[in-house]
Antibody, heavy 118, light 109 residues
Framework: EVQLVESGGGLVQPGGSLRLSCTAS????????MHWVRQAPGKGLVWVSR????????SYADSVKGRFTISRDNAKNTLYVQMNSLRAEDTAVYYC???????????WGQGTLVTVSS | QSALTQPPSASGSPGQSVTISCTGT?????????VSWYQQHPGKAPKLMIY???KRPSGVPDRFSGSKSGNTASLTVSGLQAEDEADYYC?????????FGTGTKVTVL
């Protein structure tokens, strides 16, 4: 079974940092693009970042550029996002998802909640 | 990277059809055939329903279909069933990244 499991969410103060992880199983992790997508409470989905299979092609949404860093460890089948200078508006459930060549996202992890508040 | 525009809500009775629009620009929906659709039930992760405008992943009922014309993509759910009540989001490749729609809540009356 193809599965993605996120971890690392929690409560952090404004200006703080957090690193999320996403462990993959059931497929050849090193063959796929991977993405982070977030969803603020009661709001819609927002694409955050992507990384290609070997980690050398990376993109970010303008809202997180310069603050978030996506990375991956193919030996550990794990995707990461390092989030610095966190703001209240970064409060959301963060999902990791596998990306297809034609831009589809499947499957999705269960999500991990990040709350930025003092 | 502005969100794609979807109607906030849509509804239909069981057995009827409902169509959801997803309007972008010539830089995203209009430029690429990389439009996908996702179903999200409350408290759950999104699920891929349509990719590359009109293709269905294995396991998705053929009641779900997609199309595109110009800068607007559409998702049609035919033969509505109670379990189709959910939020639906479109997504499109936009060159340097991706953009999602604003989301549509589908209610089965």
């Amino acid at each position: 079974e193809v599965q993605l499991v996120e971890s690392g969410g929690g409560l952090v103060q404004p200006g703080g940092s957090l690193r999320l992880s996403c462990t993959a199983s059931g497929f050849t992790f090193s063959n796929y693009w991977m993405h982070w997508v977030r969803q603020a409470p009661g709001k819609g989905l927002v694409w955050v970042s992507r990384i290609n299979s070997d980690g050398f092609s990376i993109s970010y949404a303008d809202s997180v550029k310069g603050r978030f860093t996506i990375s991956r460890d193919n030996a550990k089948n794990t995707l990461y996002v390092q989030m610095n200078s966190l703001r209240a508006e970064d409060t959301a459930v963060y999902y990791c998802t596998r990306g297809g060549a034609s831009g589809w996202f499947d499957p999705w992890g269960q999500g991990t909640l990040v709350t930025v508040s003092s | 990277q502005s969100a794609l525009t979807q109607p906030p809500s849509a509804s239909g009775s069981p057995g009827q059809s409902v169509t959801i629009s997803c309007t972008g620009t010539s830089s995203d929906v209009g430029r690429y055939n990389y439009v996908s659709w996702y179903q999200q039930h409350p408290g759950k992760a999104p699920k891929l329903m349509i990719y590359e405008v009109s293709k269905r992943p294995s396991g998705v009922p053929d009641r779900f279909s997609g199309s595109k014309s110009g800068n607007t993509a559409s998702l049609t759910v035919s033969g509505l069933q109670a379990e189709d009540e959910a939020d639906y989001y479109c997504s499109s490749y936009a060159g340097s990244g991706f953009v999602f729609g604003t989301g549509t809540k589908v209610t089965v009356l």
